[in-house]
Nanobody
Framework: QVQLVESGGGLVQAGDSLRLSCAASGRTFSYNSMGWFRQAPGKEREFVAA????????SYADSVKGRFTISRDNAKNTVYLQMNSLKPEDTAVYYC????????????????????WGQGTQVTVSS
């Protein structure tokens, strides 16, 4: 049974940093793209960042580019999201997602590209 478990969320002030982790179990995702999405209250879930299986390619939403960094450690079957210079508008539940296949980078921003999802971790940024 595949499980993705996010951790690292919390309450921080604007300008602070957080690092989210997503630990996968049940299968290896070393060859598969993985991504982060978020959902703010009253809004639809949106793409944040994605990374290729090797970690050599990444993609970011414009709203987080330059502030967030996605990375992965395939030995630990874990993907990370380093979030710096956090803003109140970054407040959301953050979800980790994994593709069954290597994936297509042009589709990384689409929810239906991913087959597995975590339960989410809350990030709250106060002003």
């Amino acid at each position: 049974q595949v499980q993705l478990v996010e951790s690292g969320g919390g309450l921080v002030q604007a300008g602070d940093s957080l690092r989210l982790s997503c630990a996968a179990s049940g299968r290896t995702f070393s060859y598969n793209s993985m991504g982060w999405f978020r959902q703010a209250p009253g809004k639809e879930r949106e793409f944040v960042a994605a990374i290729s299986g090797s970690g050599g390619s990444t993609s970011y939403a414009d709203s987080v580019k330059g502030r967030f960094t996605i990375s992965r450690d395939n030995a630990k079957n874990t993907v990370y999201l380093q979030m710096n210079s956090l803003k109140p508008e970054d407040t959301a539940v953050y979800y980790c997602a994994a593709d069954k296949f290597p994936g297509t980078s042009s589709r990384w921003n689409l929810e239906n590209e991913y087959d597995y999802w975590g339960q989410g971790t809350q990030v709250t940024v106060s002003s």
